[in-house]
């Protein structure tokens, strides 16, 4: 059987959440995919080998957003085949002077804005560093990261949210019909 592994690089005080206590987390990823995980705890660098490519790929996105900041349990619904997990780099798209104003924007005053938006699309949303990492039913996660380029672009507050109101309603009768 064909062996696949796969290197990735997770901030260092992310190391002891994806551990977990007495490494239940590390241990609880391992058993739910298959896939053997060994982690440099000084360097940040986490190695994971498996025979499944698929699980493999799963593994990869769990451990990913638990260094982009997400709760390994949250994490852990990308084990669901209809959930998915996004990256936004901010680096990417805003210049760095502007970057704690677009975090704010994105998170809004005491998380409201932030919370706005996961419940409109019931997905979860987790701004850490350069990044805005979403996890949710992949329909869910495409509305989601519309939501917050539009407010990286500058759309008003209000307007994005009658945007996913509107699809949400329309998402609604769909369930219906």
């Not at 957003?65 to 709760?71: D, P, Q, T």
């Not at 680096?91 to 704010?104: C, D, F, L, V, Y």
């Not at 996660?141 to 996913?164: D, M, T």
């Amino acid at each position: 059987m064909e062996e696949f592994s796969y290197t990735l690089k997770i901030p260092k005080e992310r190391v002891a959440v994806l551990i977990g206590k007495e490494g239940s987390i590390k241990k609880r990823i391992e058993e739910e995919t298959a896939i053997h995980i060994r982690i440099d705890s000084d360097e940040g660098d986490v190695y994971i080998k498996g025979e499944d490519a698929l699980k493999l790929y799963t593994c990869r996105e769990i451990i990913k957003a638990i260094g982009r900041g997400f709760n390994p349990e949250i994490a852990l619904l990308l084990l669901k085949y209809d959930y998915s997990f996004e990256m936004i780099s901010l680096n990417e798209m805003i210049k760095p002077s502007a970057m704690e104003r677009i975090k704010g924007r994105i998170i809004g005053s005491d998380g409201k804005s932030r919370r706005t938006i996961e419940e409109l699309t019931r997905c979860f949303i987790c701004v850490y560093g350069k990044t805005v990492g979403i996890i949710g039913e992949t329909e869910n996660v495409a509305l989601a990261r519309r939501a917050v380029e539009s407010l990286i672009q500058g759309s008003p507050h209000s307007s994005v949210y009658k945007f996913l109101e509107r699809k949400r309603r329309e998402m609604k009768k769909k369930d219906v019909l």
